[in-house]
T-cell receptor, first 116, second 114 residues
Framework: AQSVTQPDIHITVSEGASLELRCNYS??????LFWYVQSPGQGLQLLLK??????LVQGIKGFEAEFKRSQSSFNLRKPSVHWSDAAEYFC??????????????FGKGTKLSVIP | DAGITQSPRHKVTETGTPVTLRCHQT?????MYWYRQDPGHGLRLIHY???????DKGEVSDGYSVSRSKTEDFLLTLESATSSQTSVYFC?????????????FGEGSRLTVL
């Protein structure tokens, strides 16, 4: 079965510092990978996705992620964090078990705090 | 705006009572999902639907049932609510084809079972 591990439960960075959130996945086939962000009391918003092609994908809000098949990783990065980036971030992998069964499995999330 | 409306947004109920959460979409998407979110667990799939009257179980389906009688509505029912079902429930729709695409989420329904 597919799974996603986000090793860091909580990360604190200073505003203006760089950020990297880690994500490792387990899936037997070529994965479709996603990063979502959730602000308090809100739903999840898609930051970026990887389906195929260039392993470095750009997303919204200045985020990017790099797919590394050899490491089963899809880490999220941002060169300079803004206070408004404080939120919880979820990595997800898509899996297909049969016709109509395409579904996303999520990691447990990483909460990002930003120090002004 | 993904055109998803969840109702109610907040509900407090007592153990043993039935509860139905509604997800309504205006995008005419075929695929819809119900997840629950709990601290330390991330989001876990309860049930999903791949068409009218076509549904299947997810990872944490025990104690839940779903129905989809028309494309725009996907209902999640707790036949007899328990305190372990206190959670935030998210509905999602999926764009894309049969085995591709991303999920778009509603704002969530916070359920408290006393």
């Amino acid at each position: 079965a597919q799974s996603v591990t986000q090793p860091d439960i909580h990360i604190t960075v200073s505003e203006g510092a760089s950020l990297e959130l880690r994500c490792n996945y387990s899936y037997g086939a070529t994965p479709y990978l996603f990063w979502y962000v959730q602000s308090p009391g809100q739903g999840l918003q898609l930051l970026l996705k990887y389906f195929s092609g260039d392993t470095l994908v750009q997303g919204i809000k200045g985020f990017e992620a790099e797919f590394k098949r050899s490491q089963s990783s899809f880490n999220l990065r941002k060169p300079s964090v803004h206070w408004s980036d404080a939120a919880e971030y979820f990595c997800a992998v898509a899996a297909v078990r049969g016709a109509g069964s395409y579904q996303l499995t999520f990691g447990k999330g990483t909460k990002l705090s930003v120090i002004p | 705006d993904a055109g998803i409306t969840q109702s109610p947004r907040h509900k407090v109920t007592e153990t043993g009572t039935p509860v139905t959460l509604r997800c309504h979409q205006t995008e005419n998407h075929r695929y819809m999902y119900w997840y629950r979110q709990d601290p330390g667990h991330g989001l876990r799939l309860i049930h999903y639907s791949y068409g009218v009257k076509d549904t299947d179980k997810g990872e944490v389906s025990d104690g839940y049932s779903v129905s989809r009688s028309k494309t725009e509505d996907f209902l999640l029912t707790l036949e007899s609510a328990t305190s372990s079902q206190t959670s935030v429930y998210f509905c999602a729709i999926r764009s894309g084809g049969t085995n591709t695409g991303e999920l778009f989420f509603g704002e969530g329904s916070r359920l408290t079972v006393l």
